[in-house]
């Protein structure tokens, strides 16, 4: 069990702690755009599998992972291990010259990718991997037009935060020519004011009317995370992605299911949070927890439309050796430990947990995700669904306090992002629990 931690300002006059120099510098030297959790940031100093320490020797049971990126443990010696030697014998070369860790991996890639998804193209980050798949899409089907969801989060790029449906990311005049957007499945404040099973998933209906009056009627691609993560984990339901794919294909386009979040084993028992909706993606874009916090990029598809690529490519970091030998080494050690079965039977077990919580706080008014990909969106009210971001904010700070970290999202600020490591243990969530628990009755709401 973690200990509570209690940041202090330094008294007037005082010395400043380490954090706090950081802090100061950190706001001197950076863009004020890259945007920090808590009223005194946590400026994190070492990590040990589930656990991380700030520089002022606090410790913190981590259930965000670096933005669900850190897959297996913070430093995991069978990662790390191999990572350090490939580093001591060749660090890089660039796709110019071919390696044998590059190969390996995007062979282990083709052996657990659902259909025909044989080839493989890695670059440093999901932004690039989702660039990677707009560029290829509108290569081969000759088509421009692009669908995406409302509420998606697609990346940093130019090309991506046009993809991106979430004002904040949207601003300083972000060019999104060709990219329209349909509608997403969020059953909790559900678009078009209906209710589920009853709808008949009618969202989904809506991206084959976007498709006919706000594009061309021949579109490259429809692009969606299974899960969506920045949108604080809308989970669609069960017939949604097939009734969608059935449509995409009518208009000839390719489907790009965006993994960056939920790839790996995260949504649990499958690889990709795709195949829980039993669709077989044109292509998979994925990124975060597949190399375990080593920063790296996939855009897998099959041979066909790998084939459609205009011109030569390159990728100056992406695939290169001490990536690739991460990356393969975490999918490796996910399939050798039994991970995404783990994912499944202890997500199912958090998400009972977290239900317990949501019967005892109003302040919860929807527990949604799968496996260990889990969110509490808070309300005021659980009547009108009134957004409660300030009481979110109030919860993660108790919770840092409390020595647990978690992440927020949804485009109202009022959703709690919970995702533990993939070898999270029955027993960990019982610590989050308890810590979550006593947090919530730290809030006190108006």
Same mark, same amino acid.
């Given at each position: 069990?973690?200990?509570?931690?209690?940041?202090?300002?330094?008294?007037?006059?005082?010395?400043?702690?380490?954090?706090?120099?950081?802090?100061?510098?950190?706001?001197?030297?950076?863009?004020?755009?890259?945007?920090?959790?808590?009223?005194?940031?946590?400026?994190?100093?070492?990590?040990?599998?589930?656990?991380?320490?700030?520089?002022?020797?606090?410790?913190?049971?981590?259930?965000?992972?670096?933005?669900?990126?850190?897959?297996?443990?913070?430093?995991?010696?069978?990662?790390?291990?191999?990572?350090?030697?490939?580093?001591?014998?060749?660090?890089?070369?660039?796709?110019?010259?071919?390696?044998?860790?590059?190969?390996?991996?995007?062979?282990?890639?083709?052996?657990?990718?659902?259909?025909?998804?044989?080839?493989?193209?890695?670059?440093?980050?999901?932004?690039?991997?989702?660039?990677?798949?707009?560029?290829?899409?509108?290569?081969?089907?000759?088509?421009?037009?692009?669908?995406?969801?409302?509420?998606?989060?697609? +990346?940093? *790029?130019?090309?991506?935060? =046009?993809?991106? #449906?979430?004002?904040?990311?949207?601003?300083? $005049?972000? &060019?999104?020519?060709?990219?329209?957007?349909?509608?997403?499945?969020?059953?909790?404040?559900?678009?078009?004011?209906?209710?589920?099973?009853?709808?008949?998933?009618?969202?989904?209906?809506?991206?084959?009317?976007?498709?006919?009056? +706000?594009? *061309?009627?021949?579109?490259? =691609?429809?692009? #969606?995370?299974?899960?969506?993560?920045?949108? $604080?984990? &809308?989970?669609?339901?069960?017939?949604?992605?097939?009734?969608?794919?059935?449509?995409?294909?009518?208009?000839?386009?390719?489907?790009?299911?965006?993994?960056?979040?939920?790839?790996?084993?995260?949504?649990?028992?499958?690889?990709? +949070?795709?195949?829980?909706?039993?669709?077989?993606?044109?292509?998979?874009?994925?990124?975060?927890?597949?190399?375990?916090?080593?920063?790296?990029?996939?855009?897998?598809?099959?041979?066909?439309?790998?084939?459609?690529?205009?011109?030569?490519?390159?990728?100056?970091?992406?695939?290169?050796?001490?990536?690739?030998?991460?990356?393969?080494?975490?999918?490796?050690?996910?399939?050798?430990?039994?991970?995404?079965?783990?994912?499944?039977?202890?997500?199912?077990?958090?998400?009972?947990?977290?239900?317990?919580?949501?019967?005892?706080?109003?302040?919860?008014?929807?527990?949604?995700?799968?496996?260990?990909?889990?969110?509490?969106?808070?309300?005021?009210?659980?009547?009108?669904?009134?957004?409660?971001?300030?009481?979110?904010?109030?919860?993660?700070?108790?919770?840092?306090?409390?020595?647990?970290?978690?992440?927020?999202?949804?485009?109202?600020?009022?959703?709690?992002?919970?995702?533990?490591?993939?070898?999270?243990?029955?027993?960990?969530?019982?610590?989050?629990?308890?810590?979550?628990?006593?947090?919530?009755?730290?809030?006190?709401?108006?």
């Amino acid at each position: 069990m973690t200990t509570p931690v209690t940041p202090a300002p330094a008294a007037s006059g005082a010395a400043k702690s380490r954090s706090q120099e950081i802090v100061a510098k950190h706001k001197k030297f950076l863009w004020p755009s890259v945007t920090n959790y808590f009223e005194q940031p946590l400026v994190a100093d070492r990590g040990e599998m589930q656990h991380i320490w700030d520089l002022d020797g606090n410790k913190y049971l981590d259930f965000f992972g670096g933005i669900l990126t850190v897959s297996v443990g913070h430093c995991n010696p069978k990662i790390t291990s191999k990572v350090n030697a490939q580093i001591n014998r060749l660090q890089h070369t660039s796709t110019l010259y071919p390696n044998e860790h590059i190969v390996a991996l995007a062979e282990k890639i083709a052996q657990i990718t659902p259909g025909n998804l044989q080839q493989s193209f890695f670059t440093s980050s999901g932004s690039e991997a989702n660039e990677a798949a707009i560029l290829l899409a509108r290569m081969s089907t000759g088509s421009y037009d692009v669908v995406a969801l409302r509420h998606a989060y697609s +990346g940093g *790029s130019s090309l991506t935060k =046009a993809m991106t #449906a979430h004002a904040p990311y949207r601003r300083a $005049g972000v &060019i999104s020519v060709g990219i329209s957007h349909a509608v997403n499945p969020y059953c909790y404040r559900c678009p078009l004011h209906l209710t589920y099973p009853d709808c008949g998933v009618a969202c989904a209906g809506d991206v084959e009317n976007l498709i006919q009056t +706000g594009t *061309s009627g021949h579109i490259a =691609a429809f692009i #969606a995370e299974p899960i969506q993560g920045v949108g $604080g984990f &809308i989970t669609a339901p069960p017939e949604y992605f097939k009734i969608v794919f059935n449509i995409v294909k009518k208009y000839g386009a390719l489907y790009i299911s965006d993994e960056v979040q939920t790839g790996w084993g995260r949504t649990g028992k499958n690889w990709f +949070g795709i195949e829980h909706w039993e669709v077989i993606p044109d292509i998979i874009t994925s990124a975060k927890g597949m190399a375990n916090g080593v920063p790296i990029g996939l855009t897998v598809t099959t041979p066909e439309i790998a084939g459609g690529y205009q011109g030569s490519n390159i990728a100056t970091f992406g695939g290169n050796p001490v990536t690739s030998v991460a990356a393969r080494a975490t999918i490796e050690l996910i399939e050798e430990d039994g991970l995404r079965e783990n994912a499944d039977v202890v997500g199912k077990y958090f998400r009972g947990k977290l239900e317990e919580l949501q019967s005892k706080y109003a302040l919860i008014g929807d527990v949604r995700g799968m496996g260990l990909m889990q969110a509490l969106e808070l309300v005021k009210d659980r009547k009108t669904k009134e957004p409660a971001p300030e009481a979110t904010n109030l919860v993660m700070e108790r919770a840092r306090h409390n020595g647990l970290l978690i992440g927020k999202g949804g485009l109202y600020g009022n959703t709690l992002r919970l995702a533990p490591m993939l070898n999270t243990t029955k027993g960990d969530v019982d610590d989050a629990i308890q810590l979550l628990d006593k947090s919530f009755g730290e809030v006190k709401v108006n």
